[in-house]
Nanobody, 124 residues
Framework: QVQLVESGGGLVQTGGSLRLSCTDSGRTFSSNAMGWFRQAPGKEREFVATIRWSGTAYYVDSVKGRFTISRDNAKNTVYLQMNSLKPEDTAVYYC??????????????????WGQGTQVTVSS
């Protein structure tokens, strides 16, 4: 049973930083990829970043150069370091695990398990 638990959200000013963590407290941390998505009020869930078991990472263009995704397989944890935050980064951030092979890294429906979400608010 995969249980993803997120932490690290909060309120920060424009230009500030936050680090989100997501720990798989259930099944062995052997997913094909671990990703972060976000959803702002009235908007669809949006891909932010994902990291494959191999360590290869993918990012949405709007966060490239500002966000870094990483994983610690020994701790069953994936991180999202967010720097130079902007008000448009405000959203609920969700951690997700992809076990199925194939499909797109960027589509939320390709991911099998989800965390409960953590709020990130960036004030201007």
């Amino acid at each position: 049973q995969v249980q993803l638990v997120e932490s690290g959200g909060g309120l920060v000013q424009t230009g500030g930083s936050l680090r989100l963590s997501c720990t798989d407290s259930g099944r062995t941390f052997s997913s094909n990829a671990m990703g972060w998505f976000r959803q702002a009020p009235g908007k669809e869930r949006e891909f932010v970043a994902t990291i494959r078991w191999s360590g290869t990472a993918y990012y949405v263009d709007s966060v490239k150069g500002r966000f870094t995704i990483s994983r610690d397989n020994a701790k069953n944890t994936v991180y999202l370091q967010m720097n130079s935050l902007k008000p448009e980064d405000t959203a609920v951030y969700y951690c997700a695990a992809k076990f199925r092979a194939g499909g797109s890294w960027y589509n939320f429906y390709e991911y099998d398990y989800w965390g409960q979400g953590t709020q990130v608010t960036v004030s201007s």
